[in-house]
């Protein structure tokens, strides 16, 4: 079954980058970083729910079918193309996926196009620049900065629960939980109790803040736990 609760996660994180002043080059790097921790799920393809959204941002750009760069070696098989509705494009057209034949484009009937995506093959062939990759953490802290920003008290609850989370259990950290905590989670914190979340519903259980601490948490996690739900930043 789909993980919904991390596709709406990223979805609406998506959304949140989008009203972001910053750069579209930027923008495009968290993007493209929010759909490689959706690809770690088991998560649906969901780009077509901001498909706008994404093309507004130069993260994906289309092309018809006669512009891919193997149309002219693989006449058939785009041919072939053009009677499906949605259709992945490998880098080899011809061949069924595999870890050395990897999606490159997308096409889609209704709008009787090809996508390809920020950093993918297809991209990389046509154009220039590629992602900037950011830690979890980085990125983490940099969407709930950016809904702060946005006084967007939602996403700043949601991050700041996947963060604790999937980020100190799913996500294995590189650093100590006292790095992270004095690097990313004292910040985060001071952001969080800003606002009240007394009557705040998580989108979802794995996504809602625990309230104290469990028997399944390690002595460290507990103890974080502890300080993340106290009043103190110290």
């Known amino acids: 079954m789909s993980m919904w609760e991390i596709e709406a996660l ?15 080059k930027y923008k495009r790097s968290i993007i493209w970083n929010l759909y490689e921790i959706q690809e770690q799920f088991d998560c649906s393809f969901t780009n077509f729910r901001v498909i706008q959204l994404l093309l507004k941002n130069g993260y994906t750009k289309t092309i018809q079918i006669e512009e891919h760069p193997s149309f002219s070696k693989h006449t058939a098989y785009f041919d072939a193309l053009k009677t499906k509705e949605f259709e992945f494009i490998h880098v080899n057209v011809d061949k069924v996926w595999s870890s050395d034949n990897p999606v490159a484009a997308y096409w889609d009937q209704k709008s009787k196009s090809i996508y390809y995506d920020f950093g993918s093959p297809l991209w990389d062939q046509l154009e220039e620049d590629s992602p900037q990759e950011f830690d979890l953490y980085d990125l983490s802290l940099e969407i709930i900065l950016e809904a702060h920003e946005q006084k ?83």
């Open 10 to 24: 990223i979805e609406e994180a998506v959304r949140l980058i989008d009203k972001s002043q910053k750069e579209k």
């Open 152 to 234: 967007d008290k939602n996403r700043v609850y949601d991050w700041t629960a996947f963060l604790i989370n999937y980020g100190l259990n799913f996500f294995k950290p590189n650093h100590s939980i006292d790095f992270l905590k004095e690097t990313y989670f004292r910040a985060i914190k001071a952001i969080f109790q800003q606002y009240d979340f007394s009557s705040y519903k998580a989108m979802h259980p794995s996504l809602e803040i625990m309230e104290a601490p469990l028997e399944w948490l390690g002595e460290e996690e507990n103890d974080f736990l502890q300080w993340f739900n106290s009043q103190t930043i110290v």
